[in-house]
């Protein structure tokens, strides 16, 4: 978390007052899904460049502040996540793909937070926003527990999604935007060889 503050100092749904609500209305192309997996900045990149995946947005969601800041969300007083909502075609890629890909680019044996990042913020989660998106999730984790091939428990929860709020702008595509500052957060921080001393192959590696 330190090296990260230290480096640095529309939708497909509707938004209000800088938040974006919800519809339990039956999946159709385009959707959503909603994740916690550390760094923001990180789950961006893994996911925006998936065939498929129109956009990918940064936010805060699953704490009670409303329009929360970085700042206060960093204070871990706020009980958000730092999340993205990934945009997607599901005639190009399936739910059930980019949930089974997003267990190999997270650890989910970390029940502090991600890599260096420790605390509230950093934890992972998925987020479902219907009985089907649950039912996706739940079958893609009992999967993931049975073929994983680490020993330790996996710890990510899957809750239901409420009201996700964008982050600031600075936040949206860093790692397009600061590609040197990224580079080296990420490094740094030990992700990608915390993910492969777990999963063996990085699979996000062939979309950095």
Request: net charge negative; aromatic share 12%.
């Amino acid at each position: 978390m330190m090296i990260r503050n230290t480096l640095s100092s529309a939708l497909g749904l509707l938004l209000l007052s800088g938040a974006a609500t919800f519809s339990n209305a039956s999946l159709a192309a385009p959707q959503t899904m909603i994740v916690a997996g550390g760094c923001f900045w990180c789950v961006e990149s893994d996911f925006e460049l998936v065939n498929g995946v129109s956009d990918v947005i940064s936010g805060y969601t699953g704490g009670q502040t409303k329009n929360p800041t970085y700042k206060q969300v960093s204070s871990e007083k706020t009980g958000h996540f730092e999340a993205v909502e990934i945009h997607f075609d599901d005639d190009i890629v399936s739910l059930k793909a980019l949930v089974d890909y997003y267990w190999k680019t997270i650890d989910p044996t970390d029940a502090k937070g991600q890599f260096c990042d420790k605390g509230t913020p950093y934890k992972t989660a998925i987020f479902y926003q219907n009985d089907q998106q649950k039912a996706v999730f739940e079958a893609s984790l009992e999967k993931v527990e049975k073929t994983k091939p680490f020993k330790a428990d996996i710890v990510t929860q899957i809750l239901p999604a409420s009201t996700f709020y964008l982050a600031e702008e600075y936040h949206q595509s860093y790692y397009t935007k600061n590609p040197i500052r990224y580079a080296f957060y990420r490094s740094s921080c030990g992700r990608d060889s915390k993910i492969e001393s777990l999963w063996g192959d990085i699979a996000s590696h062939q979309y950095h």
